[in-house]
């Protein structure tokens, strides 16, 4: 990677981690969920994972990005830039590569733009951008949501050749459970392809 391109990069992530503004909080409590909110449960899967070298995130970077994908969402759905802004990462969801994610959201539906990976290079780290283009359908007065795995396949140049929402509700449903309890019913609705205006 060329010099500008690495100071861009350690920018643009120093920019995320302290100028953005913050992603969709994770919930903890139901109780926690105001009127109009709702939790989003989810995970991000990539395939073939992440080697060591790759999510080892080298040298003083201000924040946690390693194996952690960045779901750019808005409530509209709209074309990324091919280098998001910062402002483009307004709403994002953090997610650990691997994990079922558990966030608040607003009782709406939103769109998921795109994904923006950090990985390690020599002693930084560069930006993978994976496609999007997805719809998340909640309804009004919902409280939980679940909207699948988006399963990432890339190939040996980081290529993404195949994206797909694979739907592990029964998992989920029981971390779900586990951690909130079964009194409030986790609703399935799997990311489906957005349509175009």
Same mark, same amino acid.
């Given at each position: ?16 981690a ?9 919930v903890?409590?139901?109780?926690t ?29 201000i ?27 307004a ?19 939103? @769109? ?5 990976l ?18 998340? +359908? ?6 939980a949501? @679940?909207?699948?795995?988006?399963? @990432? ?6 290529e ?5 929402v694979?739907? +592990? ?27 175009k205006?």
């Amino acid at each position: 990677m060329s010099l500008p391109r690495l100071f861009a990069t350690a920018f643009l992530a120093v920019a995320v981690a302290a100028c953005a503004p913050p992603p969709r909080a994770p919930v903890d409590s139901l109780h926690t969920l105001a009127s109009d909110e709702v939790v989003i449960v989810g995970r991000v899967e990539l395939v073939p994972p992440l080697s060591k070298e790759e999510a080892k995130i080298r040298g003083g970077v201000i924040g946690d990005f390693e194996n952690r994908m960045m779901l750019i969402a808005d409530d509209r759905l709209r074309a990324l830039p091919d280098e998001p802004r910062v402002a483009d990462y307004a709403g994002r969801i953090e997610a650990r590569i691997g994990d079922t994610f558990f966030v608040r959201s607003k009782s709406a539906p939103f @769109y998921v733009l795109g994904g923006v990976l950090f990985i390690g290079v020599g002693k930084g780290m560069q930006p993978v951008h994976f496609p999007g283009g997805l719809q998340v +359908d909640v309804k009004p007065g919902e409280r939980a949501v @679940y909207i699948g795995t988006l399963r @990432y396949h890339r190939d040996e140049f980081f290529e993404i050749t195949r994206m797909s929402v694979v739907d +592990d509700y029964r998992e989920a449903n029981a971390q779900f459970a586990a951690k909130f309890g079964k009194h409030m019913p986790l609703r399935k609705a799997l990311m489906t392809r957005a349509k175009k205006p």
